[in-house]
């Protein structure tokens, strides 16, 4: 009868385990979903994380990927669609939002690439002008597929005509927090999924 008892529990726990790995992430009271679509494709939370500024919460952002990455290198070469997606925890300008992610676009991503990047930087900026500010609670995201480009989501709306075509245009941004000087040196480590406690 024991033995019953303990195989039954046994069950139930692996059970329990599985829906708990199905479960959402919930990081300073946003949810990120462990699965979403995009592109037709199924992708992954890689990891999800909170941007600080000194001690003040600013958002939240969630990676999503194909497959499980615990580097920079390895999100940059991986191949198929990706999304990064932000959730503001506090009002923010939206020209000052725009500028720091250029800031941090030019900061970490090569010349090269920068260059290229650029009439994407200028469409990412003039959506956020034409907002005037970001609210808390306001999310957005931009999703990148290969073959087609980049789209930006603000609140799951689309803010683009078109796609932003140019591939490099993705990989400056991803980089403004998984680039050698990221955003915050948590939050990079929480995207790529790298426990370590909060300096």
């Known amino acids: 009868m024991r033995a019953l008892m303990v ?4 069950a139930v726990g692996s059970l329990t385990g599985g829906v708990a790995q199905a479960q959402a992430v ?10 979403q679509d995009v592109g037709g494709h ?4 890689n990891g999800a994380g909170i941007r600080y500024k000194f001690i003040v919460k600013v958002y939240t952002a969630g990676l999503y990927l194909q497959s499980h990455a615990s580097t920079t290198a390895e999100v ?4 198929g669609p990706k999304r990064i997606h932000i959730q503001m925890l506090r009002d923010i300008d939206g020209n000052e939002l725009g500028k720091l992610f250029t800031k941090g676009m030019e900061a970490n991503a090569p010349r090269e690439e920068f260059v290229k990047s650029v ?12 907002r005037k500010a970001l609210a808390a609670g306001d999310s957005f995201s ?7 480009g980049s789209m930006v989501l603000l609140n799951g709306k689309p803010m683009l005509s078109e796609p932003i075509k140019e591939p490099e245009f993705y ?25 370590r406690a909060r300096r």
């Open 7 to 10: 195989a039954a529990l046994l």
């Open 26 to 35: 919930e990081v300073a009271n946003v949810k990120y979903e462990q699965a």
């Open 42 to 45: 199924k992708l992954q939370l």
């Open 76 to 79: 940059l070469a991986m191949g």
């Open 119 to 130: 009439n994407g930087v200028l469409k990412l900026s003039e959506i956020f002008a034409s």
């Open 142 to 148: 931009v999703d990148f597929v290969p073959g087609q």
């Open 171 to 195: 990989s400056a941004l991803l980089r403004i927090w998984l680039g050698d000087k990221p955003a915050d040196d948590n939050l990079k480590d929480a995207l790529l999924g790298v426990k």
